[in-house]
């Protein structure tokens, strides 16, 4: 199959598809011959995602979607389904950020970062495996990791926590559901040219430099390297292929 074929009527669910790698991947997804249902906060900010997928002939629906939410959450699954009828391929890309010193964490950010990234990305997960299991039918969940699932870093500990739970509940699903079908993976992205990341620099310029010079090719990421690499574990190429968290960081890991 070509990129832009129909791919047989499949629909790619995309969490958190403003801007960046997940704006990418429904992009991408698009060019493969998926219709998408792309996701953010706020359907507003979903406008050049849009007009990138229906730029590309696919069908693109915006819904709204607040991980800390179970009911947005069902509700978010619920008007997927009934617009297209069916979800082949779910990639949970939205997640919350925040570097902060360990010691200086509020239970309320704690809850916020582990509701959004972790709570919310394992209940996206369990209404689309009920989908899939309830109509028979194969699919593929993509997550979202990072590079801080691998390794420590300072401030970033309860982001890093909550991501090393996303790679650990890959592994877990991913032999839950292998009976039914379901392959689940997750891309850990190094450092990726992204609004998130722009901000992180914006607060400390030297910690740009700081990063570069720990990765062995000498620059960041693009979302759109992330989302080749997502489109290959939701295409047939990867069909045996499940529970791996691949990473994506420039060697950044192999020190």
């Given at each position: 199959?070509?990129?832009?074929?129909?791919?047989?009527?499949?629909?790619?669910?995309?969490?958190?598809?403003?801007y960046g790698?997940?704006?990418?991947?429904?992009?991408?997804?698009?060019?493969?011959?998926?219709?998408?249902?792309?996701?953010?906060?706020?359907?507003?900010?979903?406008?050049?995602?849009?007009?990138?997928?229906?730029?590309?002939?696919?069908?693109?629906?915006?819904?709204?979607?607040?991980?800390?939410?179970?009911?947005?959450?069902?509700?978010?699954?619920?008007?997927?389904?009934?617009?297209?009828?069916?979800?082949d391929v779910?990639?949970?890309?939205?997640?919350m950020l925040?570097?902060?010193?360990?010691?200086?964490?509020?239970?309320?950010?704690?809850?916020?970062?582990?509701?959004?990234?972790?709570?919310?990305?394992?209940?996206?997960?369990?209404?689309?495996?009920?989908?899939?299991?309830?109509?028979?039918?194969?699919?593929?969940?993509?997550?979202?990791?990072?590079?801080?699932?691998?390794?420590?870093?300072?401030?970033?500990?309860?982001?890093?926590?909550?991501?090393?739970?996303?790679?650990?509940?890959?592994?877990?699903?991913?032999?839950?559901?292998?009976?039914?079908?379901?392959?689940?993976?997750?891309?850990?992205?190094?450092?990726?040219?992204?609004?998130?990341?722009?901000?992180?620099?914006?607060?400390?310029?030297?910690?740009?430099?700081?990063?570069?010079?720990?990765?062995?090719?000498?620059?960041?990421?693009?979302?759109?390297?992330?989302?080749?690499?997502?489109?290959?574990?939701?295409?047939?190429?990867?069909?045996?292929?499940?529970?791996?968290?691949?990473?994506?960081?420039?060697?950044?890991?192999?020190?």
């Amino acid at each position: 199959m070509t990129r832009g074929e129909n791919n047989g009527g499949r629909v790619a669910l995309v969490t958190g598809a403003s801007y960046g790698i997940g704006a990418a991947v429904a992009r991408r997804l698009a060019g493969d011959g998926f219709d998408v249902a792309v996701t953010d906060l706020k359907t507003d900010d979903l406008g050049e995602t849009l007009a990138a997928v229906q730029a590309l002939g696919r069908t693109v629906l915006p819904i709204a979607l607040d991980l800390r939410s179970l009911d947005s959450i069902e509700k978010a699954v619920t008007t997927a389904l009934a617009r297209f009828g069916r979800i082949d391929v779910l990639v949970n890309n939205a997640g919350m950020l925040l570097r902060k010193p360990a010691v200086d964490v509020t239970p309320e950010e704690w809850h916020n970062v582990m509701n959004t990234n972790v709570t919310g990305t394992f209940f996206m997960m369990q209404h689309v495996a009920r989908h899939l299991i309830a109509e028979k039918r194969p699919g593929a969940i993509i997550n979202l990791a990072s590079t801080m699932s691998f390794v420590g870093t300072p401030e970033f500990s309860t982001y890093g926590i909550s991501k090393g739970a996303i790679s650990h509940m890959t592994k877990t699903l991913a032999v839950e559901w292998a009976p039914y079908r379901i392959r689940v993976n997750a891309i850990a992205p190094g450092s990726t040219e992204t609004k998130l990341r722009a901000a992180a620099f914006a607060a400390d310029p030297a910690l740009r430099q700081k990063m570069l010079d720990r990765i062995p090719l000498g620059r960041f990421g693009d979302p759109d390297e992330m989302a080749a690499a997502v489109a290959y574990f939701a295409s047939p190429e990867a069909s045996y292929i499940t529970g791996q968290t691949l990473l994506l960081d420039g060697g950044f890991t192999s020190y």
